[in-house]
């Protein structure tokens, strides 16, 4: 039996007396083909699947692995070979070399399909023989972050994971989903996480400072909060919300990241027909509207632009008191569409209102039109939000292929 280099040595010598060695009692033939699926399944960060671990002799005819995150790692080990050290490969740095197409003894990867999934895939021409051991996994090493919808322009990747190539989880963008203009807050954001028949979020025009201050970083394509990693989690003003209709607290394995709303039937002078009005930069003609003059800005030193909150007449009449503070990152819904502006830097008083006029980091780079909001409404309003990525940034498995001829088992 060949033997494992993790096993200790067996020792024999003349005046010893005879031990019977009890693993060779577990060697067996077994010849069979044997194909295993396993899916669907969420991987927390952190988390370990082990698809194969066993010590036999066979062949390894197909291996395919379909997550919604590019950055889900796999790592396969025949005998004393591992397709990467330390934890494997991802499909973001396959992506990214252009190794897109079958590829003898080695992984390929597919980007992103119509299922909104990302594929590794192990199809060599003649199966690929091991003696005495096979182990293959797929880890979730993805680390928590504060910065998706937020800013960050410089973003070096972490244990052990490839760098993106842009931060493109950041604020500074929107998402639109067509025929979802009526739905619920929470349908758009598993519309987010599951993007089928859409675009996914995606900050463009940004740049990850790392790539050119670093020379040794392994960099990946796409970002590793897409999908569950980094589902938005929305909670709507004060301001727009009325008593008795606010939405719950929304809790993840029994804790409660983000507060119940706190409706405080919204009261707003002047011309009040039919609520709050949203205006980006310098479409409030007032002082203080600004737009991001060079989006992104840099890691030091981020563009931004001004958020005014006011009434029908777009002026400085309405009193308007938003719920929001230094260090919330912001969301403004209009129908199908969600913007995502940044992370807020200041909260000021415009004219009479009482803290109405925010300051946004990035900002926008393209400035969307005025934004009617409607109290109690979950299609034309505003409001924070967070992301399962500074929680627990998960990866959902699709679907797991094994397809191998074993023919000796080692393990009885």
């Not at 999934?117 to 005495?132: D, V």
């Not at 569409?337 to 004219?351: D, Q, W």
């Amino acid at each position: 039996m060949p033997r494992d280099p993790t096993e200790p040595s067996i020792v024999a010598a003349h005046g010893l007396r005879d031990e019977t060695d009890s693993r060779r009692q577990l060697v067996r033939k077994d010849e069979r083909f044997i194909t295993e699926t396993f899916g669907p399944m969420v991987l927390a960060s952190g988390e370990v699947f082990d698809i194969i671990n066993t010590k036999e002799k066979g062949e390894l005819v197909y291996v395919k692995i379909v997550t919604d995150n590019p950055y889900a790692s796999v790592l396969l080990e025949l005998d004393d070979y591992r397709n990467q050290e330390p934890n494997g490969e991802t499909p973001a740095e396959l992506i990214y070399d252009g190794r897109t197409t079958r590829s003898e003894n080695s992984f390929f990867a597919v980007d992103k399909g119509p299922d909104g999934g990302y594929s590794l895939i192990y199809n060599p021409q003649r199966p690929e023989a091991y003696r005495y051991k096979i182990r293959l996994q797929v880890l979730n090493l993805i680390p928590r972050t504060s910065d998706v919808f937020g800013f960050n322009l410089n973003a070096a990747g972490r244990r052990g994971l490839p760098t993106p190539v842009t931060p493109g989880y950041i604020g500074g963008s929107s998402f639109t989903y067509p025929g979802l203009a009526s739905a619920s807050l929470d349908t758009i954001a598993k519309a987010m996480a599951k993007p089928v028949g859409a675009l996914p979020y995606l900050a463009e025009d940004v740049y990850n400072q790392a790539i050119f201050d670093q020379d040794n970083l392994t960099i990946g394509a796409h970002h590793p909060y897409q999908g569950l990693a980094g589902r938005p989690i929305f909670r709507r003003d004060d301001s727009v919300v009325a008593s008795g209709s606010e939405r719950g607290a929304t809790t993840i394995d029994g804790e409660v990241i983000m507060a119940a709303e706190n409706g405080a039937a919204p009261a707003v002078s002047g011309n009040y027909d039919p609520g709050i009005k949203v205006l980006f930069g310098t479409q409030y003609t007032g002082s203080g509207g600004a737009d991001p003059s060079n989006f992104p800005g840099t890691p030091g030193s981020p563009s931004s632009m001004t958020i005014t909150l006011t009434d029908n007449s777009e002026g400085d009449s309405a009193s308007v008191t938003a719920g929001v503070s230094v260090g919330d990152r912001i969301f403004v819904r209009s129908g199908d569409t969600i913007h995502f502006p940044g992370v807020v830097t200041a909260v000021a008083n415009e004219a009479n209102g009482t803290g109405n006029q925010l300051t946004v980091q990035p900002g926008l780079s393209e400035i969307p039109a005025k934004v009617q909001m409607t109290t109690d409404s979950e299609n034309f309003t505003f409001g924070t939000v967070k992301s399962e990525a500074e929680f627990t940034p998960k990866i959902f498995i699709k679907q797991i292929i094994v397809k191998r001829k074993k023919l000796i088992s080692y393990e009885g």
